[in-house]
């Protein structure tokens, strides 16, 4: 059990981002119990794609087994086949791409912007541009929203619109976020979100495929359930996923969305307080905020200059380890991934540079003033600058 003392409570450890619970949870799981659907059909599924369809802007929404299967879809439905390219920024996680190469599509991986850590539009219009004279555009670009920053869709959709390239936005990081006052992932062809644990609202998993469009929503919708032809018997003229989310998780997810204006507001006070308490030590600098949106700072990243700050990001994990405090580094550019180390790429030296100085610090909601205070102390007395 754990120690309940005063001492124990305060070296208890400290997580990167735990689920924070509203206390409605099992006021709408119990109502999902009595109904009997605890299936992927029923009320509860219909009353969570209408919650996310208010939080994202999308007049369409499927709620899906993961934020993965969401993006497996939205590939399968913009019909990306084996050989095709699909582009996406580097500094991501491996989901972002994954299901398209599991199809057989070729990933082309391009760098991102300083200023944001999002995919570099400069960089994609040159490299839209220079496959366009090869005969070789991709099948479909990928944004991805990092670290609760929504990445420029204005900027990357104008590029790809000028060779009919379709944009697809990796919001799984994005859910609350703001681009030029519309909810992240707006403007893209398609653009998937999760429920992930982690996430700054979580159905304990999960995930949501939405676009304007109610046809491309519809087929995947009809992929998500086992593809089933309309018939008495079982038919199918192609196959199919059991992608469908659960009504246990909508149940749960519903009381979270709820919340999600409440959560943005206390990961950026976290952001904050991090910036009190560190901006004044030599080499520490802070992910920055576009200024094209509101980022909700689901996690709370900072660089790490180790010739002016004494030590390095590994020495500061470390530190933070050593008190009970899960750090990560920040994504390690997928160019650099074994798996994808013949993969073709843009760029990569601002997506390296981060990689080599960025820590995730600790940015649950739930986390108390004296933890973060914790956090800042250890980070404080790392630095040998």
Not at 14 to 43: K, Q
Request: include cysteine.
């Amino acid at each position: 059990m754990p120690d309940a003392t005063a001492e124990g409570w305060a070296s208890r450890r400290i997580p990167l981002s735990p689920p924070h619970l509203t206390g409605r949870e099992l006021t709408f799981l119990a109502a999902v119990l009595d109904s009997g659907w605890v299936a992927p059909a029923g009320p509860a599924i219909q009353d969570f794609e209408a919650a996310v369809g208010g939080a994202t802007g999308f007049p369409h929404v499927l709620a899906t087994a993961s934020g993965t299967a969401a993006l497996h879809l939205a590939y399968r439905v913009l019909d990306i086949a084996p050989g095709d390219e699909v582009w996406a920024p580097g500094f991501t996680f491996v989901a972002t791409i994954a299901p398209a190469v599991q199809m057989g599509a070729v990933p082309r991986f391009l760098d991102v912007d300083p200023g944001s850590w999002t995919l570099d539009p400069d960089l994609l219009r040159r490299e839209l541009r220079a496959a366009a004279r090869r005969g070789r555009l991709p099948r479909a670009v990928v944004a991805v929203d990092i670290y609760g920053q929504a990445a420029d869709l204005d900027a990357i959709v104008a590029a790809c619109d000028r060779w009919g390239v379709p944009v697809v936005s990796d919001s799984a990081e994005g859910l609350g976020a703001t681009l030029r006052g519309r909810p992240a992932g707006r403007g893209a062809r398609i653009a998937t979100y999760s429920f992930n644990g982690n996430k700054i609202v979580t159905a304990g998993g999960g995930g949501a495929l939405a676009s304007d469009d109610p046809v491309l929503v519809a087929r995947a919708r009809h992929l998500a359930s086992q593809a089933k032809d309309h018939a008495p018997h079982y038919q199918h003229s192609t196959t199919g996923h059991a992608y469908g989310m659960s009504s246990i998780l909508a149940a749960v997810g519903l009381a979270q969305v709820a919340v999600l204006a409440d959560r943005v507001a206390a990961r950026r006070a976290v952001f904050a307080r991090y910036v009190a308490g560190l901006a004044d030590l030599p080499g520490i600098g802070f992910m920055p905020e576009a200024d094209w949106g509101r980022a909700t700072r689901w996690l709370s990243a900072i660089r790490i200059d180790p010739t002016r700050f004494g030590a390095d990001r590994e020495a500061v994990r470390l530190a933070l380890e050593a008190i009970g405090a899960e750090s990560r580094p920040v994504w390690k550019p997928l160019p650099d991934q074994p798996v994808f180390r013949d993969a073709p790429s843009a760029g990569g030296a601002v997506a390296r540079t981060l990689f080599d100085e960025g820590l995730c610090l600790p940015s649950g909601t739930g986390m108390t003033a004296a933890e973060q205070d914790r956090v800042i102390a250890a980070i404080r007395g790392a630095c040998r600058g």
